[in-house]
């Protein structure tokens, strides 16, 4: 009986490492090609570990300019729709009227619509309005599909801190800004973290909004700059195109890092109600 009990939890854990390795593997491949000059697509310790692969991008000039238009979607994205989100969320938290209910329900039903369902009309729009080809359509694009799920997020954190706190904030002689400022964003730091990563995430990851409202090359964020890489360059290099993948994938890692202790806690938080 004693053997068994010993056997059957190793063989559930010999199991799930064979199950994760199975997942590490093609996360090894652009981490060991991006140090290997001679990078197949095979899986490969590299003879001669070098940074050769990332200097010449970086030197080539096919870094820093889709890194800096990435970068200046993905931060505004973010600023604007911490800003607009908790503007939106403060009201439908702490005030009562009538179809409030069916005001949630409804933010709700946006954030699941599919998006991409609607880039048709949604490019006809921009013509009309000479967005096209601009880093602020794709902004704009991107604060509006994520404000529905941000602002269900953010009403969720705002209903967790106790009002009696603004009371005795406006008792005090604190106005209503001043409430928000000093008592209540810095009990909701949780879900700013959230709603600030999964916006910047969204608007740092994403191909195909990029994609088909920019066309001038020297604008082309690194999501859309990393696909006309692989074909735009005659043979592709693979050495080359798991360094560009990795330091693409280096900003996101870091934001995650250096909010990793608010995201955690404001997932299982956001998500109640």
Known sequence: MAIRRIIGPTFI???????GLFFLVPLLWPILASLNPTAS??????????LENYISIISSGLVIPPFTSSAIMAISTMVL???????AA???SRYQFRFKAQLMYLILFASALPI?????????MYVTLNLTDTLQGCIFFFVASSLPFCIWLMKNFLDA?????????????????????????PLTAPGIAVVGVWSFLGAWTNFFVPLILLQSQDILPASVHIYTFFGSYGQVNYGQLAAYAMLY?????AL??????????????GLKG
């Open 256 to 269: 995650y890092t250096v909010v990793s202790r608010f995201f955690v806690k404001g997932i299982s938080g």
């Open 116 to 124: 991409l369902a609607l880039v048709t009309p949604l490019y006809a």
């Open 161 to 185: 801190v106790p009002i009696e706190l603004e009371e005795a904030a406006w008792i005090d002689g604190d106005s209503v800004l001043g409430s928000l400022w000093h008592v209540v964003l």
């Open 90 to 92: 403060y009201p439908l």
């Open 81 to 87: 729709v911490i800003l607009l989100s908790g503007l």
């Open 249 to 253: 994938a280096l900003p996101a890692v």
């Open 41 to 50: 697509l095979s899986v490969e310790l590299p003879t001669h570990p070098s």
């Open 13 to 19: 854990y010999i199991l799930l490492i064979l199950f």
